[in-house]
């Protein structure tokens, strides 16, 4: 068996067990030097190695580093390692995927450098390290994919909003044109069926000759992708009067003046209309 001598802070051989003994006899070692041959997982004094009992070594002295445990000093990478690994999870978000990618590289670097250096401790930090340090990693995704979907959908829920008050405007300047219309005895401005508006141009075009609306207010609305209901003065407040999808939203706005926002599938009326007018082509 060859084994290599841990003395005075540096490593000598490796040496025969033959001549290891030769080297006890003559006092060049003693029994607490530490040695290490292939296969063993850490250092241990000479004195504990089964080829080397016959030379009646005495036991190292009760208490001391040879005989009880072998202090190893810890790799530095491996601290760093636990460290950045920790700040990684303690920072979160951003900080802590930017922290745990360097956690991870030193965790990696000094397992390398224990594995190829025995006498080095610290293997059990550097694990540490690299679980902390892909827990920061993986932090930022797991927070991205929780939060994309709450973004989005107050995204959406923003637009429909804006959505709904298009329509309060729209609805605002029908209610100014039915005014007219019973001032001046127009029967050509009111709500559509009334009126006697038969497409959905005639009555963008009510709107804005009578300077309830301009062109320019309805175009920012996207009044065209706002459909328009064939509802008469006389229709119940409850019959739905404007209509529009925004995003996974149904914008709906009743004759009555009261619009509401509702999810994909959700019921938009509590009892059927009294009457179901079609929309304006």
Not at 224 to 230: E, H, T
Request: charged share 15%; net charge positive.
């Amino acid at each position: 068996m060859n084994i290599t001598v841990h003395k005075n802070g540096q490593q000598v051989g490796p040496f025969p067990d033959t001549q290891i003994i030769e080297m006890l006899k003559s006092g060049q070692l003693t029994p607490s030097d530490l040695g290490w041959s292939p296969g063993m997982p850490e250092w241990k004094p000479l004195s504990a190695f089964p080829e080397l009992q016959r030379t009646h070594l005495p036991p190292p002295v009760p208490g001391s580093a040879a005989s009880t445990q072998v202090l190893k000093k810890n790799e530095p990478l491996s601290i760093w390692a636990l460290v950045l690994g920790i700040i990684s999870l303690v920072g979160c978000s951003v900080g802590g995927f930017i922290v745990g990618i360097p956690a991870v590289i030193c965790g990696h670097i000094g397992l390398s450098r224990i594995k190829r250096n025995p006498s080095l401790g610290g293997h059990g930090m550097a694990i540490a390290g690299l679980i902390t340090g892909y827990l920061g990693i993986l932090t930022l995704p797991i927070l991205a994919a929780l939060a994309i979907p709450a973004i989005t959908g107050a995204v959406e829920r923003g637009k429909a909003t804006q959505v709904l008050n298009n329509m309060r405007q729209i609805y605002l300047a029908v209610q100014m044109a039915q005014v007219d219309g019973s001032a001046t005895g127009n029967a050509m401005l009111g709500f559509p069926a009334s009126a006697e508006i038969a497409s959905k141009a005639d009555f963008k075009k009510m709107l804005v000759s009578g300077k309830y609306l301009t062109a320019e207010d309805l175009e920012h609305m996207k009044f065209d992708k706002i459909s328009v209901a064939n509802v008469s003065d006389d229709d119940p407040g409850d019959t739905i009067f404007l209509k529009a999808t925004s995003g996974r939203y149904v914008v709906i706005f009743r004759k009555g003046g009261d619009g509401a926002i509702y999810r994909p599938g959700q019921n938009t009326f509590s009892h059927d209309p009294p009457r179901n007018p079609a929309f304006l082509d």
